[in-house]
């Protein structure tokens, strides 16, 4: 096979899948895998793609997988979503003060709080985490304010900030857009909500990312922390050892 015809092979199954493992196609294409990373890299300097941990992902211009909007995630993955809230309120201890990012993972996380008659306080600027809250009326909430964000359904910027900063949390979980072992980056979209992330996780004694394992194969722009300054990954699934290796090395948890 002509290296032309193996790279548009690879793009194929990159529209199929939505990334490829380097050791997989070794073996598809019976090539050494110093090979296929030939390929990868020059498929992404003609930006048909983006090397990942393992293999390669679409460029986001190209992936379905995620949109920077909060409405268009929010019935996604439901049943993962619904087994990683499950493992963060078990975390969550009687008299906690808990901070719930913008995100849809933690709508989840905020309903499994109402199910668990958790005797929490719960604070969040996302305005669809206040409406759960609102209708339930017996867990404590506190609803951040500021300038509102439509694509994030939530409050950011300076004011949110400056309100977090008198806040001692008990523990925050955060939603990830993607995760980076390699490069040891946590990152999302929009910047105001990586600074409300990044307060977030300075003000908070226990830190936690709640995320799907496949956004470890996926980056975003903005970088607002790394696996060091974290306690723990939740996700619906082990990620492959290769992942957990390196996330051992920084010392991070893996609870899945």
Known sequence: MFVEERQQKILELLQENQKVRVKELSRM???????????????????????????????EGMHPGHSNAVSSRKEKNL?????????????????????LDTSTTNL??????????????????????????????????????????RSQI??????????MENFRFDLCFMGVVGADVKGNVVTTYVPEDGAMKQKAISKSRRRYLVMETKKFDFQANYVFTDFTQVDGIICEKEPQEEIREVLREYGTEIIA
Not at 121 to 145: P, Q
Not at 154 to 163: R, Y
């Open 79 to 99: 049943k993962e979503k619904q087994r990683i809230a499950k493992k963060a309120v078990k975390l969550i201890s009687d008299g906690d003060v808990v901070f």
């Open 154 to 163: 939530g409050f950011l910027g300076s004011l949110t900030l400056s309100m």
């Open 29 to 59: 294409f019976e090539v050494t895998e110093d090979c296929i990373r030939k390929d990868l890299a020059s498929m992404e300097g003609r930006g048909l793609l983006k090397r990942a941990y393992g293999g390669a992902v679409l460029t």
């Open 108 to 149: 989840e996380v905020a309903r499994e709080i109402i199910r668990s008659k958790r005797n929490v306080t719960v604070v969040s600027c996302m305005l669809d985490i206040a409406n759960l809250f609102a209708a339930d009326g017996n867990t404590g909430f506190i609803l951040l304010g500021g300038e509102f964000n």
